[in-house]
C-alpha cells in the first residue's frame, strides 16, 4: 500500500493577521452530504473561522482526528465510512495543507483512531479485515512521510470477533493497549450516511476485550475479556487512556463501565471494573490532571471522576447539557483545564466549550461556537458537522 500524495492550499476569506496562539482545529463533514469534508482552523479569541481546508471527499462522515495535537504540527483526520484518512500539516496554520492520504492498508481497512510514538511515527487502528467486514481488522505502523512500515492482524487466538477501534501507547511499558467496539453497530443514526458500509456482515457477539500489543514490533500479545460488572452491561471497550503515571491505562466502555488494566508489562495481564456510572452512550474521554472526564450519551453531559486512586474512582461533577445534545467528542486543552465538546442529534452542528477546576473536578460550559451557517471561507456549503475537534499547541 503506497500512500496517496496530495497538495493543496485553504481559502480565505480576507487577509488576516498573524494570530496569537489559541486555536482550535475542527474536523467536519457537510451536514446535508453533499459537499467535501473540511478542516477549520477557529480563532479561540473571537471563535471566528479562520479558514478551511476541503479535502474533496463527501457523502459519509468526518470522524476522529489525533486525540491531542501532535508536536510535529501535523493532524490526522478520519472520514470512517470513506475509508480514507488524511494527514494535515499544520505548521503554518492559516494556509494548512494535505500531505498525504491513505485507505485500505494490505488486507485490513477502515482506520478509526491513531497515536505517535516516541519515533514520530504513527499507528492506527484499523476495524475491517476486509471491506465487507467478515474478519478482524488490526493496526498499522507509518512514517510520517507515509511510508507503510508494518501492519499485524488483530485476530485472537480465541473464537472473538474483534475490531480494533482505539489505543493507547505506553512507551516505558513497550505496549500498545487497544480496544475492540465496533463502529458498524454503536454509531447513531445520520442522515443520508451510506447503509454499504455501516453495518457489520459478520453476527459475531459484541467483543468484551482489550487486546495488548509490544509497541516495537506490533507483535499482538494477549487479549483480556474485560469481566462483567453487577448489570452484565459494562462491555462494548472504546476509549483507552493512559494516566499521568504513564504506566497505567484505564479503558472506557460503551455501556459507561470504567476498568483498569493491570500487570500491563506481564505474561498475563488481567483488568478490573472500577466503576459503572450508570448510564449509556458513553463515549471519549479526556484525563484531566488526577480526573478523568468522559462524555455521556445519555446524561446527556459530561462526568467527571476522580481517579487520585485509579481502582476507586468517585464522582466530582457532573454538567448537563440541553436534551437535543448528545455528546460524543472530547478533548482537552494544553493548559489542562478548557474543553471542547462535540456530538450528536438535533444540536451536532455545534461545538460546546467547557471548563474543568483542576482543584475540585468542577465542571462548567463556557461558550459555544457555532457550525450552522450559510458559507465558509472555501464556499457557499451550509451546515457542517463538527467531530475530531483540537486545540493547538502554544507557541
Partial sequence: MAATLA?????????????????????????????SDFLAVIDLRTNRVLTTMPVGQSGTMAHHTDYQMPRDGTLLANDFYGNRTWLFDLSNPLVPKVRWSFADVGPISFAHSFARLPNGNIVATLQRGD?????????????IDGRLLRWASARPRSDEFVRPYSLATVPRLDRIVT????????????????????????????????????????????????PAGPNGAEGSPNEPRRLADRRTVMVGTGNCGLYRVKDLEAAQASAELVYAIGQKSCAVPVVAGHYWVIAVGSLPGLVALDISDPSHPREAS???????????????????????ITGFKKMRSKILLATIDPADGKLALTGTIDFDRAAWPHGATGAAIPHGTVFARPR
Avoid at 486555536?23 to 451536514?31: I, T
Avoid at 454509531?187 to 509497541?215: E, F, L
Avoid at 437535543?324 to 489542562?336: F, I, K, R, T, V
Fill in 179 to 226: 480496544t475492540t467496539a465496533d463502529m458498524g453497530s454503536n454509531m447513531p443514526a445520520m442522515p443520508n450516511m451510506p447503509t454499504m458500509v455501516s453495518k457489520p456482515a459478520t453476527k459475531a457477539s459484541p467483543s468484551r476485550s482489550v487486546q495488548i500489543w509490544r509497541m516495537s514490533d506490533l507483535k499482538l500479545l494477549q487479549t483480556v475479556v474485560l
Fill in 7 to 35: 497538495t493543496g492550499c485553504a481559502t480565505t476569506s480576507q487577509r488576516q493577521p498573524t494570530p496569537r496562539p489559541d486555536l482550535l482545529f475542527a474536523w467536519a463533514s457537510d451536514e446535508d452530504r453533499k459537499d
Fill in 131 to 143: 471491506h465487507a467486514d467478515a474478519t478482524p481488522g488490526g493496526l498499522a505502523e507509518f512514517a
Fill in 318 to 340: 457532573r454538567l448537563v447539557l440541553d436534551a437535543d445534545w448528545m455528546p460524543h467528542w472530547l478533548s482537552l486543552a494544553p493548559d489542562g483545564r478548557r474543553i471542547v
